[in-house]
């Protein structure tokens, strides 16, 4: 006898997928070195002006290789219903063991790190997503105060803690953690 009385193999085979996270409509895990590392939801007074001098929110994400890393294709977005809300231009790249800053501002006619959307502060996360369009990371906040960010200690892999004093690409465990 072949199979499983419960379970015929082919249906057994594809449970077991499913529950692994392989099965059909599935995608693999990211194997990114790409984190999402720092996100202030509510700037309106610190530093870490755009450009233009806009003090408008950020995420920041951080390369956790040993390489640079290629970000075209990959997305950024508030919405997991829409993973390829804000998409990454070709030339811009993430140096290893380095963080870069994106804006949540709404314009990203403003510059090829400017998002096409904004934050909200009361209850809101971010997603990344790689060029492939799989998920990479993500961090839900509730009740975001202004100035106050929430950061990774230490970069790119830690936990996440609350930061008075948001890093704007500086190491996050200068002022933030415990």
Known sequence: MTG????????????LLAIV???PGCVEPSDSPVRLN???PSNSSLGCGDEVGERNDWVELYNTGDRAVDLAGYSLTDDSA??????????????????????????????????SFKFNAK?????????????VDVYRWTDA???????????GTGEWFRCDEPTCEADNSSSCGS
């Open 4 to 15: 499983n009385v419960f379970f015929p193999s082919r249906v057994f085979h594809l449970a």
């Open 21 to 23: 996270g392989l099965g």
């Open 38 to 40: 720092e996100v202030l």
């Open 82 to 115: 829409s993973p390829r809300k804000s998409v990454i231009p070709d030339g811009v790249a993430i140096e290893a063991r380095s963080p870069l800053l994106f804006w949540a501002d709404g314009t990203p006619e403003q510059g090829k790190r400017h998002l």
């Open 123 to 135: 209850l809101e996360g971010v997603l990344l997503y790689d060029a492939e369009a799989r998920q």
């Open 145 to 155: 105060y202004s100035d106050i960010s929430f950061a990774r200690v230490p970069d």
